[in-house]
């Protein structure tokens, strides 16, 4: 049972790159985020979706782009990279719409992405 | 907006000792808090929760505490081991309206428990 699966693992970018982080889970989770981790900010949720199909924006969505063609994959494209999205991305999913009562997320290890 | 605050980004203890490890939220709307903890090149993994109508959850060495008036809970640790050394995020549940139980997180906490 791999849990959560990101890909990929590491990645340097120029500036003005796109690239595609992929996240893909296996229980069937209906529920799927993407937040980013930085230094003294903690997690910040980019963007979410609560099903197949369905996206919504988060706190930092500027900059994003996401799809959810398929309930087990939740895809975080950035279309033109900038210095300011150097940043440690983490997918995580849910059982139920509210975590708390559950054992909140399950994240993945993480894909840690420098723009020069 | 900061609606969870971790005002500590480091603390220091002696294995055996006691770590606490705190947080102060601004979102009244809150109705559930979790603490992740995070190993580096890992992601955050779940530790334990506590309901708003509740003031203390135990699990094992972790008990958190809620002090909801103050809108301040903390994360107490008894013995610290030195594999307790990571970072420490506290999170609050959103569950009104269309928040879709989204979790916002705190700025994170680096214990190191010395041997």
């Known amino acids: 049972n791999a849990g959560v699966t990101q890909t990929p693992k590491f990645r340097v970018l120029k500036t003005g790159q796109s690239m595609t982080l992929l996240c893909a889970q296996d229980?069937?989770?209906?529920?799927m985020y993407w937040y980013r981790q930085d230094p003294g900010m903690g997690l910040r949720l980019i963007h979410y979706?609560?099903?197949?199909?369905?996206?919504a924006k988060g706190e930092v969505p500027d900059g994003y782009n996401v799809s959810r063609l398929k309930k087990q994959n939740f895809l975080l494209g950035l279309e033109s990279a900038a210095p300011s999205q150097t940043s440690v991305y983490f997918c995580a999913s849910s059982q139920t719409i509210l975590p708390g009562q559950d054992h909140g997320y399950t994240f993945g290890s993480g894909t840690r992405l420098t723009v020069v | 907006d900061q609606q969870v605050k971790q005002n500590s980004p480091s603390l220091s203890v002696q294995e055996g000792r006691i770590s606490i490890l705190n947080c102060d939220y601004t979102?009244?709307?809150?109705?559930?808090f979790l603490w992740y903890k995070k190993y580096p090149a890992e992601g955050p993994t779940f530790l334990i929760s506590i309901s708003s109508i509740k003031d203390k959850n135990e699990d094992g060495r972790f008990t958190v505490f809620l002090n909801k008036s103050a809108k301040h809970l903390s994360l107490h640790i008894v013995p610290s081991q030195p594999g307790d050394s990571a970072v420490y995020f506290c999170?609050?549940?959103?569950?009104?309206?269309?928040?879709?139980?989204?979790?916002?997180f705190g700025q994170g906490t680096i214990l190191t428990v010395h041997p």
């Open positions: 979102n009244s709307m809150f109705d559930y």
């Open positions: 999170a609050g549940q959103d569950a009104g309206g269309t928040s879709y139980g989204k979790l916002t």
């Open positions: 229980m069937n989770h209906e529920y």
């Open positions: 979706s609560v099903g197949e199909g369905t996206t």
